[in-house]
């Protein structure tokens, strides 16, 4: 079991009065609350601040946490003998148990905590995790694995954390922020209370050729010169294989070309659209007869494509 | 280590739910659902208000309006407030998320 020392996370003096405790949490909870802040890190900070907070603002659970001593943050330890014999456990058993957990656990043993001895159903902890994967993934409905430490209460009602690992099928057409919902896959309850769930929350990680915008994708369309002014048929990748595309003669830059249906899938069975956004591309060392012919062109053409830009200049 | 194949329940706009079930898995009381729906930051998907069903994707909102409750002690109306701010907020992210992928690559990096 790794100690926290909750008064180093809320910033706080161990002599910190209630008043304090309460400030020190307000104030960071408005920092890093996963459904406020932005900041790197954040949610895993929050759980911190929100642990240590529920630790300290409890009478009795502040009294059996300051029991422990002080400790440098991080360091592996077993509780004192007293709490192992009131838990019946050997000291490896705690290796996989959380402080606030055991604190919880002997602050309701003690009476204080809502478990206390009345016995009454209490349901399991809830979590949320993300769950990053690919367009190709959303795109298919992939499945993919996620492993997570899940509560679970030992015969003494202690909770230890189970390694354990759950296959999910990613429904085709999920999209970024949404959740899905594993009923009763989060922690086990206490007398007869339901299991908790865990919620994924899909994360769609950055593609290397697509942009999405809501079902839509945007692909960057590198055409030659010549093919802007010529059209012509080229090859587009698309998630679901490489398509041809008509070029129309005269496509200027930033010319989008939709590719209808070759978008993502909906959760009603619609399909978005890929739009090729036109990039006029050069050779940056073109050969002789390339310079050549180009030079040629240069001599006999009379588009000028600054006319507009010229246009009030004085001569 | 073994590996379950679950089931997930997909909270989107498409699929429906009753006020009992959002009740269950919020830890919302009926009160405070129908408080949500009368400040428009919940939205049934019918207009029965003995008999209300939302669609799924409202179980992530009363889960959110149910930490926002617990973990700053809000009451009603602040809780309406950060909602209903929060709302805009991911409008305007997902606006500019929107954008961003349509234009030029050079563009988005700034």
């Known amino acids: 079991m790794k100690y926290i020392d909750y008064y180093q996370v809320l910033g706080l003096a161990r002599d910190a009065t209630q008043a304090d405790i309460k400030k020190a949490y307000r104030k960071l909870a408005h920092q890093y609350h996963p459904d406020v802040s932005k900041e790197a890190g954040a949610e895993d900070k929050f759980k911190q601040v929100a642990e240590a907070y529920a630790t300290l603002k409890d009478p009795e659970k502040r009294a059996a946490y300051d029991a422990l001593g002080t400790r440098p943050a991080g360091e592996d330890f077993v509780p004192p003998r007293e709490w192992r014999e009131h838990f019946h456990e050997a000291p490896q058993d705690f290796e996989d148990v959380d402080l606030a957990d055991l604190l919880a656990a002997f602050a309701a043993a003690q009476g204080g905590g809502r478990r206390g001895r009345t016995g009454q159903p209490l349901h399991g902890q809830d979590f949320e995790m993300v769950l990053p994967v690919s367009l190709e993934q959303v795109y298919s409905g992939a499945e993919t694995d996620i492993s997570v430490a899940v509560p679970d209460y030992d015969a003494q009602g202690l909770l230890h954390r189970v390694p354990r690992t759950f296959r999910v099928r990613i429904?085709?057409?999920?999209?970024?922020?949404?959740?899905?919902?594993?009923?009763?896959?989060?922690?086990?309850?206490?007398?007869?209370?339901?299991?908790?769930?865990?919620?994924?929350v899909i994360?769609?990680?950055?593609?290397?050729?697509?942009?999405?915008?809501?079902?839509?994708?945007?692909?960057?369309l590198p055409l030659s010169p010549w093919e802007a002014v010529l059209g012509g048929t080229v090859q587009v990748p698309t998630l679901g294989g490489p398509v041809e595309m008509t070029i129309p003669p005269g496509?200027?830059?930033?010319?989008?070309?939709?590719?209808?249906?070759?978008?993502?899938?909906?959760?009603?069975?619609?399909?978005?659209?890929l739009y090729a956004a036109v990039r006029i591309d050069v050779p940056r060392t073109p050969t002789e007869q390339e310079r050549e012919l180009f030079s040629q062109l240069a001599a006999v053409s009379g588009y000028d494509p600054r006319a507009q830009l010229n246009a009030g200049k004085q001569p | 280590m073994t590996i379950r194949t679950v089931e997930a329940v997909w909270l989107n706009t498409s699929d429906i739910c009753s006020l009992e079930h959002i009740i269950e898995v919020s830890g919302l009381a009926r009160d405070d659902i129908l408080?949500?729906?009368?400040?428009?930051?919940?939205?049934?998907?019918?207009?029965?208000?003995?008999?209300?069903?939302?669609?799924?994707?409202?179980?992530?909102?009363?889960?959110?309006?149910?930490?926002?409750?617990?973990?700053?002690?809000?009451?009603?109306?602040?809780?309406?407030?950060a909602m209903k701010l929060l709302d805009r907020i991911q409008g305007l992210e997902s606006e500019l998320a929107s954008l961003r992928s349509r234009v030029h690559p050079f563009v988005r990096r700034g």
């Open chain 1, 171 to 200: 429904p085709k057409g999920a999209a970024e922020g949404q959740r899905l919902r594993l009923p009763g896959k989060g922690g086990s309850g206490l007398h007869g209370g339901r299991p908790g769930d865990l919620y994924l």
């Open chain 1, 251 to 273: 496509t200027v830059a930033d010319r989008k070309l939709r590719l209808a249906k070759r978008g993502m899938p909906g959760a009603n069975g619609t399909q978005g659209d």
């Open chain 1, 203 to 220: 994360q769609i990680s950055p593609h290397k050729l697509y942009r999405l915008d809501k079902q839509d994708l945007y692909l960057d």
């Open chain 2, 35 to 81: 408080d949500l729906v009368e400040t428009g930051i919940l939205t049934p998907s019918n207009d029965d208000p003995g008999n209300y069903f939302f669609h799924t994707e409202c179980v992530v909102v009363a889960r959110t309006a149910r930490r926002l409750r617990d973990d700053f002690e809000l009451d009603a109306h602040g809780l309406a407030l």
